[in-house]
């Protein structure tokens, strides 16, 4: 889908760093928008306050409410897709090289 | 600066999904609910189906077939497995959200009833996931074996993120040019990206 939005929007995106946060995927704020991605998916109650106050410089209070409201859905939908072993169809195999991420054996 | 105030939309959600825990569900009473979120959030099971919520809150990507085979021979069935994954992942989206505005997670609520689960079963099959789905299995029908389920979790999925529908304010998936709160569909997208990733989901 991000694939999908770029092109549509005719924006240049770099996937490598979805996988990768030391690059830069040209999405505006890309690296503040990971590590508060980062921070909230993985409990670090240490990095998240200052991630969350990055967030809230770039992006607004209501732009970063949106961005963890974000993550918390795909907290949701990760869990439903990986609790009835919905993987990802073999069309999409090819994403899991752009972005730089293997994808595991039992997918494949 | 610091913890950031929930939105009013967001508020109001929270308090829906608190009073679908709080009410009997299509399997499970509302106490039975209620326990199975208890249990996905401190590690406390006694039952099939509170082990499961645990492991669906912390690890999910280590699931596998062959653990839910074993959770069906304990006696869970596959619907009330499917009941299972969506409380507790809606469960888990809702802490989420709380955790990271700065916020700790809401307290559950009481029982409100002790009506007993409707037990509406309706035609589904195995088509491409491990629970049966009314058509092929794909996000949007994951849950869709147990209806109530299913609704709340696009309920949930409108107000954090998209209406997988034609929504008339254009949050909706089909919009490729939306921008919520000022956040682009790319934006949300490479955050989505990066939360699957970051929680293992390769989907």
Do not use: K
Not at chain 1, 33 to 41: K, Y
């Amino acid at each position: 889908m991000l694939r999908a939005s770029a092109d549509a929007n005719g924006e240049a995106i770099d996937l490598r760093g979805v996988g990768d946060a030391s690059i830069d995927s040209h999405v505006p704020h890309g690296r503040v928008l990971s590590a508060i991605a980062e921070a909230a998916v993985l409990r670090d109650g240490d990095e998240l306050p200052a991630a969350r106050d990055r967030a809230v410089a770039a992006l607004g209070e209501d732009g970063t409410r949106r961005v963890i409201a974000v993550i918390a859905n795909f907290e949701m939908m990760n869990r439903l897709l990986d609790a009835v072993g919905i993987g990802p169809p073999a069309s999409r195999h090819a994403i899991g090289d752009a972005i730089g991420v293997a994808l595991p054996v039992r997918f494949r | 600066m610091g913890s950031i105030a929930l939105s009013a939309d967001l508020d109001a959600l929270h308090d829906r999904e608190w009073d679908r825990l709080a009410r009997a569900g299509t399997w499970f009473s509302a106490a039975e609910r209620l326990a199975i979120a208890h249990a996905a959030r401190d590690a406390t099971v006694t039952t099939p189906a509170q082990a499961a919520a645990h492991r669906i809150y912390e690890q999910p990507a280590a699931i596998r077939r062959e653990w839910l085979a074993d959770l069906e021979a304990d006696g869970l069935t596959l619907s009330e497995y499917v009941e299972v994954v969506g409380v507790v992942a809606r469960l888990r989206a809702l802490d989420t959200l709380l955790f990271g505005a700065g916020h700790p997670p809401r307290r559950l609520p009481a029982a409100a009833t002790d009506a007993p689960p409707t037990r509406l079963a309706v035609d589904a099959t195995i088509d491409g996931a491990w629970v049966p789905t009314v058509g092929v299995a794909f996000p949007p029908t994951v849950l869709s074996s147990v209806p109530a389920e299913n609704e709340a979790m696009h309920d949930a999925h409108a107000a954090l993120y998209l209406s997988a529908t034609p929504d008339a304010d254009g949050f909706s998936m089909g919009n490729m040019g939306v921008v919520r709160d000022g956040i682009t569909r790319s934006q949300m997208e490479f955050v989505a990206a990066r939360t699957s990733l970051l929680n293992d989901c390769f989907y």
